[in-house]
Nanobody, 125 residues
Framework: QVQLVESGGGLVQVGGSLRLSCAAS????????MGWFRQAPGKEREIVAG????????YYADSVKGRFTISRDNGKNTVYLQMNSLNSEDTAVYYC??????????????????WGRGTQVTVSS
């Protein structure tokens, strides 16, 4: 069982940056692939970025490539999402998720086994 707690969301102006963190409980964190998803009002939940268990491979949605960076520190049981050059379309609730298949980065939410409660990111113009 893994519990995930996101932090770092907030209100930021267009062009600004935020760094989200996701702290995981449990000794098996390093075995899980991790993903960041987001959901804006009235929209489907979508993958933002993913990272394999050892950080050796990452995935980014086209909409965030070159602006967002996912990373993890298995010693701290934490995964991060550095978000730069934010725009209004990035406004959403951001969720951290874990999948037991650590060697594969799934872009489908149903393949993730554990979820955090989310953190709100609001980008204002």
């Amino acid at each position: 069982q893994v519990q995930l707690v996101e932090s770092g969301g907030g209100l930021v102006q267009v062009g600004g940056s935020l760094r989200l963190s996701c702290a995981a409980s449990g000794r098996t964190f390093s075995l899980y692939a991790m993903g960041w998803f987001r959901q804006a009002p009235g929209k489907e939940r979508e993958i933002v970025a993913g990272i394999r268990w050892n950080g050796g491979s990452t995935y980014y949605a086209d909409s965030v490539k070159g602006r967002f960076t996912i990373s993890r520190d298995n010693g701290k049981n934490t995964v991060y999402l550095q978000m730069n050059s934010l725009n209004s379309e990035d406004t959403a609730v951001y969720y951290c998720a874990a999948t037991r298949d650590g060697g594969y980065i799934s872009i489908t939410s149903r393949e993730y086994n554990y979820w955090g409660r989310g953190t709100q990111v609001t980008v204002s113009s």
